[in-house]
């Protein structure tokens, strides 16, 4: 039901610039365990129980669409499923932990190209200036 209603609340998002980035969360230690066969997010570390939000924000940092995973889980592994069922948007932006070979060849739409800024280490499209970087770097 809480899905439901975020992705009634996302209405109308600002396409011009796309920002996906995944964050770790560390789970309260009693959070696993429970019997319940549904997947639950919730994976094991070095750290203890955790759960990675991977999260797609719109020009204004308003959210999207999210995915919730285990930890333990890379954001590639994640990216190819969580990218197609995103909005077309006419920039994309994301970290480096995104930066897999078969993500260039998901959708024509989806304008992700390999040329790295490793000083602030994000994937950024041919057309991008500074000042995106920027605002990529304010949202984090």
Known sequence: KLIQIFKTLVQE???EWEFID??????HQHSAGAPNKEE????KSAAGNTTKIHM????HGLPIDFEITGGEVHDCKVAPEFIEKL?????TIADKGYD????FV???NIRITQNLLSAIKVLVST???IHPALRYMAIH
């Open 106 to 108: 998901l959708d024509q």
């Open 127 to 129: 057309t991008l200036s």
């Open 40 to 43: 639950q997010g919730i994976g």
């Open 22 to 27: 995944g964050s770790i969360v560390k789970a």
């Open 87 to 91: 909005p077309a948007a006419e920039h």
């Open 56 to 59: 797609d924000v719109d020009a």
């Open 13 to 15: 998002p600002d396409l």
């Open 100 to 103: 897999d070979r078969p993500l």
